[in-house]
């Protein structure tokens, strides 16, 4: 179906939201982009799933796609997962857009929680759903205090939260939504991507950005901008991950999911990225435990 | 002690719409000096503390404060961010419930380490070990560094206050009922603590208190507020033994003898 089929139904609009509406967004999302890192507010709408299950990253998703995009949506780093699957199938139904679980292929990717293992190109959007988007939330609970502590750049307090991890756990032990200083200015909470992830932000090619539906914010990082993960100069920044290869396709260099397999110890360590995966094995690679 | 005043208050008012807070008050603050502020509750002294420690906007008055680059600036028409760096390297604000002052979500050591941190320390090491030291020097035990004011006594939390304060260094320090709430011991020992320090690192101090013994310990001078209005001023003992003004004279006569 395409674009003009959908308009002879005059209750239907191309992506769900209006078009006021995405123009809207699309005004957040654009300063954004000319203010990296920095929270713009935006009029969330009302979507049909439950705050946390993206309400924020749809949005966005559904300002940016046009009928030519191909659409590919990640879990955790997986295409199959529930959330995954429903809101692939929600823009395959009011979008009309072809999907895809290939990275590669992809022009918009959806994510929660990760960055494909693939590098991405200039020509990929990439929309985090985020949670909670104020980095200090938790170390400042007055908004209105953390907003002027943005514009005032007093970020000290990001580093007592990373001083208490050091003091209780004898080193950095924040692993997600592990916070970074975008181009020396303002401090940005990733989203809860896995520390793993937080190097593939840095000088990304793509267009990162993030939508926060329940705490109306949008944030962005336009293609190539400098993001650096705070730490100590004696605890610098460790973008950890298990110490073990896939067991499905043997890779030393993706981040690994721990899947327990019986109740007598047994794990499997398999690649979050399932596209990667899978990739991998079509090439050829094979890991311990692979069938 | 210097020729330059280190603060200089001029006319300092605040209306709390018909209401006056505190009106028209003057003084200098010289280097090394420290000033008490007394009256009874609602006398306008927390209002003029609030005022020039920036926490309140007067709606008259000039507060100079002689700073260490740029010499003496009107604080409440510099500019914000300017203001609140003041309040994390030269000034120092301690609260009367420790509480308001500390993050008490946060170990004592990372309290302590809070405002080395907002001035730029990165280096955990050398953050700790201040804070370390600074424990030390407000007899808390190094043992606790990793423990959380909530499960400090109340006499500690105020301690941990003053260590998280001073550490940067600051050249003046507001203190609003320092001892407030504490019993008599404690107190001692919070004045005994306070005396050295002030003492040991030339600091100035403004200490806002209805204890009158607090301020013939501590301060040097002293100012006697009412209904918004310095009454009296002088020496601390000048106007405790010899005091001139009405109420001044019922201010020390009001205190309880053993």
Known sequence: ?291 | MSDHPLLSVTGVTKRYGAHIGCADVSFDLYPGEVLGIVGESGSGKSTLLNCLAGHLAPDAGQVVFDTRGHGPRDTITMSEPERRMLGRTDWAFVHQHARDGLRMGVSAGGNVGERLMAVGARHYGDIRGKAADWLDRVEIDTDRIDDRPSTFSGGMQQRLQIARNLVTGPRLVFMDEPTGGLDVSVQARILDLLRGLVRDMGLSAIIVTHDLAVVRLLADRLMVMKSGHVVESGLTDQVLDDPQHGYTQLLVSSVLQV
């Not at chain 1, 982009?33 to 705050?51: D, H, I, K, N, T």
């Not at chain 1, 400098?226 to 110490?243: I, Q």
């Open chain 1, 1 to 291: 179906m395409t674009v003009q089929d959908y308009q002879a139904e005059p209750a239907y609009n191309f992506a769900y939201l209006d078009e006021q509406t995405k123009r809207m967004i699309r005004r957040a999302i654009l300063k954004g982009l000319a203010v990296p890192g920095y929270q713009v507010p935006f009029a969330s709408r009302e979507m049909p799933m439950p705050y946390g299950w993206g309400t924020g990253g749809v949005q966005v998703s559904a300002a940016v796609l046009t009928p030519d995009d191909r659409f590919k949506v990640i879990d955790q780093g997986a295409d199959d997962t529930t959330n995954a699957v429903s809101i692939r199938s929600f823009f395959e139904r009011t979008a009309g857009v072809e999907t895809t679980t290939k990275t590669a292929l992809a022009s918009v990717i959806q994510t929660r929680h990760r960055i494909p293992e693939a590098a991405l190109t200039e020509d990929q959007i990439l929309v985090y759903q985020v949670p909670i988007p104020e980095p200090l939330r938790f170390l400042e609970p007055r908004e209105s205090e953390t907003r002027k502590m943005h514009s005032l750049e007093e970020y000290g307090l990001m580093h007592v939260k990373l001083y208490e991890d050091i003091s209780r756990h004898g080193h950095i032990a924040t692993s997600y939504a592990y916070p970074v200083r975008v181009e020396g200015r303002y401090v940005m909470d990733p989203s809860p991507i896995p520390k793993f992830d937080n190097p593939k932000l840095d000088d990304c090619p793509a267009i990162q950005l993030f939508g926060a539906g329940r705490e109306q914010r949008i944030y962005a990082l336009p293609p190539y901008t400098k993001s650096v993960s705070l730490d100590f100069e004696d605890h610098p920044f460790d973008p950890s991950k298990a110490a073990h290869p896939c067991g499905l396709c043997g890779a030393e260099d993706s981040y690994l999911d721990e899947v327990i397999l019986d109740d007598k110890g047994g794990r499997l360590f398999v690649c979050s990225d399932t596209d990667y995966c899978e990739e991998r094995q079509a090439q050829g690679h094979r890991g311990k435990d692979a069938a």
